[in-house]
């Protein structure tokens, strides 16, 4: 569709944007067009700064760290107060491992946030490089004297992804479980500044990671009743990011009971996830499907970014304890 859209109008800015990140999200990542695309947007839009935002974090992507800071200091260049860069170059520093250049970046992102979401957002990944520094007791206590600020403030968007990423970063499952159910707790009531949909999906998400954990451990009631609530909840609500977790909570499930089939099919569903897209990759590995994993592991490469789940996933978790 982007594609046709581009033949009646070849110089169309948002249109060379979403195409950009569609050439990288999709089934069969192609990041020579990915980048193409995104180079033809800050030539039609040169005096913008999202076009080099978006080139650095594509180039983050395809592991051209050096590509990926050199576009969003040019971004700066154009707007010294454009977060979204700001923000990017603290967190590909984190992933070249220069953490104390990662947290200066921060630092300047959080001065030059305009609100509170994006000023907690900085707060939470200069807290993370500790993890990534393999500092996981003093990560915590970041985290935790953030979600304090937090629930000062009330934001409900922060206080999801902190208690979410402190949850996930727990070197103890059942403290991670007892976590989640807190968290589950609190998304189950209406929240001012968190819309309807945001609030189901966030809690969707919770379930989801419950059922990981669960199943991962043994524990088959436990997965079975948060992929039983996610079941009613997607019915209920037809929302497909709760759909899409629905089947992923399966997808944790039947892998650990090596269903290698039905969990390859349930974590279809989910690309977006590199936990989800790391289990599709060993399932299918698994069953015999080398040329299947392959392709997904591809996709999985495509998801770098400093996030809890690319951390997990990334082998991070041997560094919790």
């Not at 003093?138 to 402190?166: C, H, N, W």
Request: aromatic residues 8%; proline residues 3%; glycine residues 6%.
């Amino acid at each position: 569709m982007l594609e046709a859209l581009l033949e009646l109008d070849p110089n169309f800015p948002p249109v060379l944007n979403m195409l950009g990140y569609s050439y990288i999200e999709s089934g069969h990542p192609d990041p020579a067009k990915a980048v193409a695309t995104l180079k033809r947007y800050i030539e039609v839009d040169p005096s913008s700064p999202n076009p080099q935002d978006s080139l650095g974090e594509v180039l983050r992507y395809t592991g051209d760290d050096e590509g990926s800071l050199e576009h969003y200091r040019a971004a700066l260049e154009i707007d010294s107060k454009f977060f979204s860069s700001q923000l990017g170059l603290g967190d590909t520093l984190t992933l070249m491992r220069k953490y104390d250049d990662a947290r200066s970046e921060y630092d300047k992102a959080i001065r030059i946030s305009e609100n509170d979401r994006d000023y907690l957002h900085a707060l939470y990944q200069k807290a993370l490089v500790y993890f990534w520094e393999g500092r996981a007791e003093e990560g915590r206590t970041a985290l935790a004297a953030l979600a304090a600020k937090v629930r000062d403030m009330k934001e409900p968007y922060a206080q999801f992804e902190i208690a979410s990423g402190s949850a996930m970063l727990e070197s103890d499952y059942t403290n991670e479980l007892h976590q989640l159910r807190t968290l589950e707790e609190s998304l189950q009531i209406t929240s001012d500044g968190m819309t309807g949909a945001d609030r189901g999906q966030s809690l969707a998400k919770v379930l989801c990671e419950e059922a990981r954990i669960a199943s991962q451990h043994g524990i088959w009631e436990t997965a079975e009743q948060a992929i039983s609530k996610l079941a009613r909840f997607a019915a209920e609500s037809g929302d497909l990011v709760v759909g899409n977790n629905y089947e992923t909570a399966r997808g944790y499930l039947l892998a650990a009971q090596r269903d290698l089939v039905g969990a390859a099919d349930e974590f279809s569903a989910n690309r977006r996830s590199p936990l989800a897209v790391q289990q599709l990759a060993l399932v299918q590995q698994k069953s015999g499907d080398s040329t299947a994993a392959a392709e997904t592991l591809t996709q999985l490469k495509y998801l770098r970014a400093p996030t809890v789940e690319w951390y997990l996933a990334s082998d991070g978790a041997r560094l919790l304890r």
